[in-house]
Nanobody, 123 residues
């Protein structure tokens, strides 16, 4: 599975961005898709996850109510809609995929990673 993340950029606080993660090489019907982020000097952290089959979604507390993960089956693409952005959301955002259903919030459980897309939120 190859993952290509895009959609990052510079936005003012309170603004919105939509990240995309296009997958190729395999259909994702049995995978779990995750979004993670890493700020300078910090560890990579879980942001959101979606079970492709069934559509269950999960979010870290700091983004609940602001971020939405979704998918487009026809395009084999997962999205992260980010609203009401805050300066503390600034980070390099990664999409990832894994084939097992457990521990969706654990970085090391993911098998495939995209290259990352930078999100910068100014005050």
């Amino acid at each position: 599975v190859q993952l290509q993340a895009s959609g990052g950029g510079l936005v003012q606080a309170g603004g919105s961005l939509r990240l995309s993660c296009a997958a190729s090489g395999r259909t994702l019907s049995s995978y779990v898709m995750g979004w993670f982020r890493q700020a300078p000097g910090k560890e990579r952290e879980f942001v959101a996850a979606m079970f492709w089959s069934g559509g269950s979604t999960y979010y870290t507390d700091s983004v609940k109510g602001r971020f939405t993960i979704s998918r487009d089956n026809a395009k084999n693409t997962v999205y992260l809609q980010m609203n009401s952005l805050k300066p503390e959301d600034t980070a390099l955002y990664y999409c990832a995929a894994k084939s097992d259903s457990g521990s969706y919030y654990v970085t090391t459980r993911y098998d495939y990673w995209g290259q990352g897309t930078q999100v910068t939120v100014s005050k």
